[in-house]
Nanobody, 125 residues
């Protein structure tokens, strides 16, 4: 079991950058694949990026590939999402999640077992 808390969201102009963090409690962080998801008003929750238990494998949605970077520091129990070249369409609540059923994480949000509360990212034109 793990508790997750996101931070780092805020308001930025298009083209700007943000770095999101997800702090995890407990001793089992390294046993979970992790994912970043986002949900905009009126839209389905979608996967943004995934990272394997050891951090050696990553996945990005087509909409963010080349702009976002997911990473993790298992020694510090922390997941990160570096977001560059932000666009207004990136505006959403961003959530981190833990998947105990796959070593690489899955793209379906329903597959994840633990969730943070979310942090708002707003990108203005």
């Amino acid at each position: 079991q793990v508790q997750l808390v996101e931070s780092g969201g805020g308001l930025v102009q298009a083209g700007g950058s943000l770095r999101l963090s997800c702090a995890a409690s407990g001793r089992t962080f390294s046993t979970y694949a992790m994912g970043w998801f986002r949900q905009a008003p009126g839209k389905e929750r979608e996967v943004v990026a995934r990272i394997s238990r050891g951090g050696l494998s990553t996945y990005y949605s087509d909409s963010v590939k080349g702009r976002f970077t997911i990473s993790r520091d298992n020694a510090e129990n922390t997941l990160y999402l570096q977001m560059n070249s932000l666009k207004p369409k990136d505006t959403a609540v961003y959530l981190c999640a833990a998947d105990r059923g796959s070593p690489v994480g899955r793209s379906n949000y329903r597959s994840y077992d633990y969730w943070g509360q979310g942090t708002q990212v707003t990108v203005s034109s």
